[in-house]
């Protein structure tokens, strides 16, 4: 699997370097900045871009940009997003064309090698990955100003924060220790109570909940 990588500073480039190689993916580019990720992405056609939000020159949204240009022009492209912290403009615009093979990670995730590689590889098989803390504050502010989460239960609040990470029904079941079954109800539930049209695609479902969670009132 080929990736191309984007992380302006050098020690903690080549240690994700080290690690996916570690982990049998083959870096296909792993540069500093915004031009070069985006002459990278166009030229090397990766398998899955794995980008830092702030690149030079401006240090601001470079990579996120750069990533999101190369969607456009690859519809499609897995881009997993590193971030230091949850900034949640960026989850939103990253969730914006409403396909699927996406992420958004803290930086801190990295150091958690299986975490990490797990979340790689979801996004490169077109799944979603988001960070637990971006939900919280995605599921936080909804809570605080608005009416459909006051509906949900304790538990469906688990189960769509699950959910919205991107774990299956048998991923949330396995999570609470209760059974299959009993995930499906309370996912059907916290559809019918958000207005979301039902679906049993992981991936779908989970972008469909974070669109509805951080879409503006």
């Known amino acids: 699997m080929r990736v191309v990588l984007a992380e302006d500073l050098f020690l903690l480039r080549d240690g994700l370097v080290r690690m996916l190689q570690a982990f049998g993916f083959e870096i296909a580019a792993a540069v500093e ?3 070069e990720l985006t002459r990278a992405l166009a030229e090397s056609e990766p398998d899955v871009a794995v980008v830092d939000v702030r690149l030079p020159p401006t240090h601001t ?3 996120l940009q750069c990533a999101l240009a190369a969607r456009k022009a690859r519809p499609g492209l897995p881009v997993l997003v590193l971030s230091q912290h949850v900034e ?3 989850a939103r615009e990253l969730l914006a064309d409403g396909t699927g093979g996406i992420g958004y990670l803290l930086k801190d995730r990295v150091f958690d090698a299986e975490q990490f590689i797990d979340a790689v ?3 490169a098989a077109g799944g979603t990955a988001m960070d637990p803390q971006v939900i919280q504050q995605l599921l936080a502010r909804r809570a605080a100003d ?3 989460l006051a509906g949900l239960t304790p538990r469906e609040l688990e189960v769509l924060e699950l959910m919205a990470q ?3 029904n048998a991923g949330i079941a396995a ?3 209760v059974t299959e079954r009993a995930i499906a109800k309370h996912t059907s539930n916290i559809f019918a109570k958000l207005g979301l049209e039902v679906s049993d695609d992981d991936n779908r479902r989970v972008l ?3 669109a509805h969670l951080d879409r503006d009132r």
Do not use: N
């Open 33 to 35: 900045s915004g031009p």
């Open 61 to 63: 949204d470079e990579g």
């Open 88 to 90: 949640q403009l960026y």
């Open 121 to 123: 590889r979801r996004v």
């Open 146 to 148: 608005d009416r459909p």
């Open 166 to 168: 991107g774990r299956s």
């Open 175 to 177: 999570q609470l220790v």
């Open 208 to 210: 469909a909940v974070l």
